[in-house]
C-alpha cells in the first residue's frame, strides 16, 4: 500500500557533495517524523538525522554542519543534503518514515541508495 523510494547517491570525491531524495506513495493520510539511517559495511545500521513533521531537527554528532534535512509535507518527499563528505560517510543510505493512513499507522523504509566517498 506504502512505498519509499530513494534517489540521488553515488559516487564523490571527499569533500564534494550530494542530495539524497526520498519519496512516499500509497494510501497515505499523514506522515509524522521522517529520518535518514545508514549503514557501512560491516556496521550496525545508524540513526542519521530526523524531521519531525512541523520542522523540528536532530543530527548526529557524526553529521552536524555538513549535513541538512528537510521535508516537503505536501509532496510526502525527504531530501538530505550532504556536503564535506568524507570516505567514512560511505554507506548505504536508508529514508524511514511513520507513515499514517485512513486505517493504519506504521513505520516503512526504503530500499536504500549507496553512497561512496572515495578519498
Known amino acids: 500500500q506504502v512505498q519509499l523510494v530513494e534517489s540521488g547517491g553515488g559516487l564523490v570525491q571527499a569533500g564534494g557533495s550530494l542530495r539524497l531524495s526520498c519519496v512516499a506513495s500509497?494510501?497515505?493520510?499523514?506522515?509524522?517524523?521522517m529520518n535518514w539511517y545508514r549503514q557501512a559495511p560491516g556496521k550496525q545500521r545508524e540513526l542519521v538525522a530526523t524531521?519531525?513533521?512541523?520542522?523540528?531537527?536532530n543530527y548526529a554528532d557524526f553529521v552536524k554542519g555538513r549535513f541538512t534535512i528537510s521535508r516537503d509535507n505536501a509532496k510526502n518527499t525527504l531530501a538530505l543534503d550532504m556536503a564535506g563528505l568524507k570516505p567514512e560517510d560511505t554507506a548505504v543510505y536508508y529514508c524511514?518514515?511513520?507513515?499514517?493512513?485512513?486505517?493504519?499507522?506504521?513505520?516503512?523504509w526504503g530500499p536504500g541508495t549507496q553512497v561512496t566517498v572515495s578519498s
Open positions: 524511514n518514515m511513520d507513515i499514517v493512513g485512513l486505517t493504519f499507522r506504521r513505520n516503512y
Open positions: 500509497g494510501r497515505i493520510f499523514s506522515i509524522d517524523a
Open positions: 524531521i519531525t513533521r512541523v520542522g523540528t531537527t
